[in-house]
């Protein structure tokens, strides 16, 4: 399973934009690469997902250059409720089912007014 | 979308008792669903994977002895923790991979607290 790499902490103010950057080196041709939110005492909730270049959705947009060894994720014009863990993983989705994922220690982000 | 609950959503137990926890896809199947473990501001660490049928998968260093798993239907998987113990206070979570799409949702996670 690739490991990912992410900045413990990000501070921020309401209406910026947040670009949280991930590392996985080690990144396999068939891994797909998925943030993740979690809220204290909630269990985490599917951000956005892509494989190559660019995917956004109505909450985020997710880039991944050419040799996917890393991604960004980017929200734009935060605000306080967006404050909460964001974590990046990467996992094979095949026709057996969805590789198991594994947690890196996520990035904490605070938005403050 | 697809929901996944737990239940309970918090208990609190005495040491040496067990304590059962549900993890049910509502409306869809799952033939895999994972068991998480949370504390407090740590990542998720993956306990075990269970599938539905079939003997459940234990990551290294869990005891599958204190933590049994049963998942006997597409959508109920069980984490019963056995003879707990303060240590074992946690917010557990499971996940569920929907049978069609692939695609995994989480639970809201049990706060177990063991006095």
Same mark, same amino acid.
């Given at each position: 399973?690739?490991? &990912?790499?992410?900045?413990?902490?990000?501070?921020?103010?309401?209406?910026?934009?947040?670009?949280?950057?991930?590392?996985?080196?080690?990144?396999?041709?068939?891994?797909?690469?998925?943030?993740?939110?979690?809220?204290?005492?909630?269990?985490?909730?599917?951000?956005?997902?892509?494989?190559?270049?660019?995917?956004?959705?109505?909450?985020?947009? /997710?880039?991944?250059?050419?040799?996917?060894k890393s991604?960004?994720?980017? /929200?734009?014009?935060?605000? /306080?409720?967006? &404050?909460?863990?964001?974590?990046?993983?990467?996992?094979?989705?095949?026709?057996?089912?969805?590789?198991?994922?594994?947690?890196?220690?996520?990035?904490? /982000?605070?938005?403050?007014? | 979308?697809? +929901? +996944?609950?737990?239940?309970?959503? @918090? $208990? %609190?137990?005495?040491?040496? *008792?067990? +304590?059962?926890?549900?993890? @049910?896809?509502?409306?869809?199947?799952? *033939?895999? =669903?994972?068991?998480? @473990?949370?504390f407090p501001?740590?990542?998720?660490?993956? =306990?075990?994977?269970?599938?539905?049928?079939?003997?459940?998968?234990?990551?290294?260093? +869990?005891?599958?002895?204190?933590?049994l798993i049963?998942?006997?239907?597409?959508?109920?998987?069980?984490?019963? $923790?056995?003879?707990?113990?303060?240590?074992?206070?946690?917010?557990? %979570?499971?996940?569920? %991979?929907?049978?069609?799409?692939?695609?995994?949702?989480?639970?809201?996670? *049990? @706060?177990?607290? $063991?006095?």
């Amino acid at each position: 399973l690739a490991k &990912t790499t992410q900045p413990i902490s990000m501070d921020s103010y309401e209406g910026q934009e947040v670009n949280i950057t991930c590392s996985h080196n080690n990144i396999a041709t068939n891994d797909y690469i998925t943030w993740y939110q979690q809220f204290p005492s909630q269990g985490p909730r599917f951000i956005i997902q892509g494989y190559k270049t660019k995917v956004t959705n109505e909450v985020a947009s /997710l880039f991944i250059p050419a040799d996917r060894k890393s991604s960004t994720l980017s /929200l734009p014009r935060v605000s /306080l409720s967006d &404050t909460a863990v964001y974590y990046c993983l990467v996992g094979v989705q095949s026709n057996t089912g969805f590789q198991k994922l594994v947690f890196g220690t996520g990035t904490r /982000l605070l938005v403050s007014p | 979308g697809a +929901v +996944v609950s737990q239940h309970p959503s @918090r $208990v %609190i137990c005495k040491s040496g *008792t067990s +304590v059962k926890i549900e993890c @049910r896809s509502l409306d869809f199947q799952a *033939t895999t =669903m994972f068991w998480y @473990r949370q504390f407090p501001k740590k990542s998720l660490m993956l =306990m075990a994977t269970s599938n539905e049928g079939s003997k459940a998968t234990y990551e290294q260093g +869990v005891e599958k002895d204190k933590f049994l798993i049963n998942h006997a239907s597409l959508t109920l998987s069980t984490l019963t $923790v056995t003879s707990a113990h303060p240590e074992d206070s946690s917010f557990y %979570i499971c996940s569920a %991979i929907h049978r069609d799409s692939y695609e995994q949702y989480f639970g809201p996670g *049990t @706060r177990l607290t $063991v006095t």
